[in-house]
């Protein structure tokens, strides 16, 4: 399983941005998928989660409202859609993969970093 994020960058208090994080070696059916990020100096966080149906999304309460996850099997690509964005959700964002079954995320991409300036 090989996952890789991007589409982070500079972006204002209050705008938006779309994080993609392409898949491959993959099937989306053995596989839940999230995004994570961390800021500097803190741990990493969890941000989002999608099932390996596509059904069940689950939100950290800090980005409820704010950050919509999708999918397009097709595209073999998850996106994360960011808005409202403020000083706090700067941070690098990872896409993370786990397979049924197991509790950890076992495969991650590389982070792509979102700085937002106010």
């Known amino acids: 399983v090989q996952l890789q994020a991007s589409g982070g960058g500079l972006v204002q208090v209050g705008g938006s941005t779309r994080l993609s994080c392409a898949v491959s070696e993959f099937t989306w059916d053995d596989y839940a998928i999230g995004w994570f990020r961390q800021a500097p100096g803190k741990d990493r966080e969890f941000v989002v989660s999608i099932s390996s149906s596509g059904v069940t999304t689950g939100y950290a309460d800090s980005v409820k409202g704010r950050f919509t996850i999708s999918r397009d099997n097709a595209k073999n690509t998850m996106y994360l859609q960011v808005n409202s964005l403020k000083p706090e959700d700067t941070a690098d964002y990872y896409c993370?993969?786990?397979?049924?079954?197991?509790?950890?995320?076992?495969?991650w991409g590389q982070g792509t970093l979102v700085t937002v300036s106010s």
């Open positions: 993370a993969a786990q397979r049924i079954g197991i509790l950890k995320y076992k495969f």
